[in-house]
């Protein structure tokens, strides 16, 4: 079955999530006068990425709202830091979005993803599927320059209910787009929740590896290291597989 549609992550797929959060880290605690408290800014964003990953896994395990998620990091990055002054649901709210507004002004894509998806929209359905928050991730991608690629193709955890690896996520993508998931190719940085978890749903799992680490993976998933090499891998999901030559024939 050829491929017609392709579905996409968005951060550290499309979106650079982490290449300035050091920069827009070390600006907010420098205004907030905290920075002073860590040996350097690696040692902040070590801390922000432990609170981050352990809070919103409670988010995607349906224990926090998103914004909900929010608050319990900015509340659980000041206890670690240590002020020990309880924060009201408007002062973490308050704090969360001073970080925000140093991290919005530095929101930048890929370099490869504009180009790629200009490549791809006039042959392939393009939609996004995301473990995040609907209106959260629209706005990230017009800032960005991407939504128009998109549309209203965007499906997120927190609106589905449940969060990538699970098929049903991945069957809700190929519906917005109106393709079966055999006519899908997935594109994303995760190894497990997207190449995986796309692979065992039923479509075609494109992992995107920028760092090259020259992990093994499954046979079921393709490896790519830049979003450039992407329609060239589509090209081969669409090659017809060699003919079989009968037993005892000679080759022509």
């Not at 959060?21 to 205004?31: D, E, F, K, N, P």
């Amino acid at each position: 079955m050829p491929i017609r549609g392709v579905l996409f992550d968005i951060d550290e797929t499309l979106f650079d999530a982490s290449g300035a959060q050091g920069v827009a880290l070390a600006a907010h605690l420098r205004a907030e006068g905290l920075l002073e408290r860590f040996a350097n800014v690696d040692a902040a964003v070590e801390l922000w990425q432990e609170v981050l990953d352990a809070e919103y896994e409670r988010f995607l395990a349906g224990e926090l709202t998103f914004v909900e998620q929010r608050r319990a990091r900015a509340r659980s990055f000041m206890a670690r830091v240590g002020d020990s002054t309880p924060m009201s649901d408007e002062d973490a709210t308050a704090w969360f979005g001073r970080f925000q507004s140093h991290r919005h002004a530095l929101r930048v894509a890929f370099p490869d993803a504009d180009p790629v998806l200009g490549r791809l929209k006039p042959a392939f359905r393009l939609g996004v599927v995301s473990n995040s928050e609907l209106e959260h991730q629209r706005a990230k991608l017009e800032q960005i320059g991407l939504l128009h690629y998109f549309g209203d193709a965007m499906v997120c955890s927190q609106q589905h209910g449940e969060p990538k690896p699970a098929a049903s996520i991945f069957h809700a993508g190929c519906a917005v787009i109106g393709l079966e998931p055999g006519e899908v190719a997935y594109v994303g940085d995760n190894y497990l929740l997207d190449g995986l978890g796309a692979k065992e749903a039923g479509l075609a799992a494109f992992w995107l590896d920028r760092a090259r680490t020259g992990k093994a993976v499954d046979p079921g998933v393709r490896v790519i290291h830049s979003l450039d090499e992407l329609p060239g891998a589509l090209g081969e999901c669409h090659r017809p597989a060699p003919a079989s030559v009968p037993p005892g024939s000679a080759a022509q």
